[in-house]
């Protein structure tokens, strides 16, 4: 299920990086950009766990600090080519068919560029940078589905990014605000992918919790790489 796993998120970035213009290229054993990814977004993405460090490094550009790599299977060492690991993380898999509780929150897809920025907003915390992350060309996409989960006074009490990949639902930019159960949270998103279907994703620190109380399950470790410029 890993390999499903880092593919899926491998095509979430290429869809956000498809939304700003720079599209980047599948590989036998690396997804990579050649031209600088948005904010939070990888260069590279390892595909297979035999993925070298040449198939990651010779596709992106280095001409400035700031590349990132992510190494979905947590083999490569990167520091030797003036990276450094920025952090670690563990994916995680929810099989199908699992029971769920009722969300306390009314949960739909974001449908109009206008809930698209209120959704960015809330992620974000109004950060204007980090809302300009979000743009409209992702509510095109039959793969994306950007949802949210709204109170009874309609503010927006969490959300979450879904990526379909064909065998999995990924969850990713799962967020939760102030007052909110986070594995409410994790509830609404889980009860809009669909019957059958398995959900991945990846969560480190704090965030990890409650996801497992919800039926995730680890399936192994992930790095991120940094590149310094030294």
């Given at each position: 299920m890993i390999i499903e796993a880092v593919r899926?998120?491998?095509?979430?970035?290429d869809t956000m990086c498809r939304a700003h213009g720079r599209p980047g290229a599948f590989g036998p054993r690396a997804w990579t950009n050649g031209r600088r990814t948005p904010p939070y977004y990888p260069d590279a993405v390892t595909l297979a766990a035999d993925a070298s460090v040449r198939d990651v490094l010779d596709g992106i550009d280095r001409s400035t600090p700031g590349a990132s790599v992510k190494d979905g299977f947590a083999r490569l060492d990167l520091a030797a080519d003036g990276f450094r690991l920025l952090f670690e993380a563990r994916w995680i898999h929810r099989p199908a068919g699992l029971a769920l509780p009722p969300p306390t929150a009314t949960w739909r897809p974001v449908r109009t560029p206008e809930e698209l920025t209120a959704w960015a907003a809330a992620w974000s915390g109004d950060d204007p940078d980090e809302v300009a992350l979000f743009r409209p060309e992702l509510l095109a996409d039959p793969a994306t589905r950007v949802v949210a989960g709204y109170g009874a006074d309609g503010r927006i009490v969490g959300g979450a990014v879904l990526s379909d990949s064909g065998p999995v639902t990924g969850l990713s930019n799962v967020f939760t605000a102030e007052g909110t159960?986070?594995?409410?949270?994790?509830?609404?998103?889980?009860?809009?992918?669909?019957?059958?279907v398995p959900a991945v994703g990846y969560e480190s620190g704090d965030d990890l919790a409650p996801a497992l109380s919800v039926g995730f399950a680890e399936i192994g470790p992930l790095h991120v790489w940094l590149d310094t410029g030294a």
């Open positions: 899926n998120n491998a095509e979430w970035c159960d986070p594995a409410d949270v994790w509830t609404g998103c889980l009860g809009l992918v669909a019957d059958g």
